[in-house]
């Protein structure tokens, strides 16, 4: 399977208490990436319905815990019948990792609302009004930036690799 992740756009990320959220929007421009996740994407639809992916790891390093995965909100266990949907994550964060070009980021998804309930989603319930209160006092745009991302996407790579390391032990 060889699979060129150009159809990323919109990608983001944004760390909180060492829990990291990574998100981008697939689309086969000028490759097939969404049709590759379109399975995945039906186990684990987005849930604000904007054809966003939204990957969360929480990590417990006081607790020396395991990670915990999260996609589109839903857990994403480290089991047998989840391992090619890791597989998959894993090879477009080590693309995103790699990659020399950045990534298209809408000018219309950074000033509507989309971007604020994208990076809140499952953190904060809340009323449109405070979304939009957020969103003017936060610089989601900064999440946007081609260092971020990539930091995020390594930090996604390695553990997601070994997370699976340890469970095929």
């Not at 060129?4 to 998100?23: E, H, K, P, W, Y």
């Not at 395991?66 to 693309?95: R, V």
Request: contains cysteine; glycine residues 4%; proline residues 4%.
């Amino acid at each position: 399977m060889n699979v060129s992740f150009t159809g990323i756009q919109n990608a983001g990320a944004i760390n909180i208490l060492d829990n990291q959220r990574f998100v981008c929007q697939l689309t086969d421009k000028g490759s097939k990436d969404l049709s590759e996740f379109e399975g995945v994407l039906k186990k684990f639809p987005d849930p604000l319905n904007l054809g966003f992916l939204r990957m969360d790891i929480w990590n417990y390093p006081a607790d020396g815990m395991d990670l915990d995965f999260f996609l589109n909100n839903k857990p994403l266990k480290m089991q047998d019948e989840n391992l090619n949907t890791f597989s998959k994550l894993a090879k477009m964060f080590k693309s995103i990792i790699e990659s020399k070009e950045g990534f298209f980021v809408s000018k219309d998804y950074l000033e509507d609302m989309d971007c604020a309930k994208n990076f809140m989603d499952g953190f904060i319930e809340a009323e449109p009004n405070v979304i939009e209160s957020f969103q003017q006092n936060l610089p989601f745009k900064d999440y946007h930036s081609m260092e971020d991302v990539k930091k995020s996407a390594k930090f996604a790579f390695e553990s997601i690799t070994e997370s699976i390391k340890k469970f095929l032990k």
